[in-house]
């Protein structure tokens, strides 16, 4: 049995389990956001899976078959993914109808062993006296050397030519209407913060015309690489979650890793960590590196665009509020040739 809230999944869960030879697995609720996730597990083997029902109208079939090659990609060049398992017609997603108007497609993955790196600093955070820093520096040095690696390898690959996957470029970020919706129109700005996100994006838009897209600095990119999407076992990390991956700068995935974990304890040790590791593995310069700041505000407009589209995900009471005047005073500054960091 699973949880009351994927009631709804369920039914069409077990059907895709079934396309994938997995009749009698049991399903356990992950989690529901844009995707609605279960744990299944087969007493008939000793592994699990992942079952993911992918939100309509976000990524086509096509779409999510290319994020499979560059997965099959990032592994043959040493780097720990997901592993996606095909069903025995051939196929790797299965289409399944969760009621008249709403078709899902359904994919399958190895159970990843591990726990969330962010999940553990967040415990440390709270266990430890308030006099002792974080261990921050160690997984975020760990996060920028993995990172690197991703991007050396996304910088050296020609995707096949059926290859197909979203652009986080200028106007996928920052066009009239961008991949994560027209954050200037989130209801909770008024129309002073309206207009200032509008000059705000036309300033970075105008920046970003001016950088172009070298390929030294633009390639797949993971789009949502931060200690939540790490996990630990044994001492190996593991990446997941390629549901934003798509061709976008080096910088925004850098500002993404950032931008999420600022109110760590200890933060710029991290920082530091994180950039001594990835240049170590990857040299980057430091003009590539001052874009990250202006990347960092980019990913708050995002996120304000994206909830706009999801008010239906809960937040913490007040952390919109917070978040929004965050991103007002990264605008603020931005204009005011300050950092741009929201």
Known sequence: MVDGAAAPYESPAREALRA??????????????????FRADDDRSPQAYVLR?????????????SERVWLEALRGSGISVPTPVGAPDGRYFVPVEIDE?????VGLNRWAPGEIVG???????????????AEITEPFGQLGGLMA???????????PSSFRRHRLDLDGLLGDAPFWGPFWENPVLDG???????????HCRERLRRYGEPRRTFSMIHADLHLANLLTHNGQLSVIDFDDAGFGWHQYDIAVAMFHSRGTADFRAGRQAFLHSYRTVRPISDDDLALVPM?????????L????????????????EMFREGVVSGCERLLSGSTASA
């Open 20 to 37: 994938f030879g997995l009749d009698s697995a049991r399903l356990q609720l992950i989690g529901i956001s844009e995707n609605v996730t």
């Open 192 to 202: 002073r913060e309206r207009d200032l996100l509008i000059t705000a994006r036309d």
């Open 101 to 105: 108007e709403e078709t899902r497609q």
């Open 119 to 133: 999940e553990l600093l967040t415990a440390h955070d709270k266990s430890a006296d308030a006099t002792e820093p």
């Open 53 to 65: 029902l992918h939100r309509p109208g976000y990524h086509t079939v096509d779409e999510l078959n």
């Open 295 to 303: 990347f960092e505000l980019i990913r708050g407009m995002a996120i």
């Open 305 to 320: 665009g994206w909830r706009a589209q999801r008010p239906e995900v809960p937040w913490p009471d007040g952390q919109l």
């Open 149 to 159: 690696a991703m991007h050396n390898q996304a910088a050296n690959w020609t995707p």
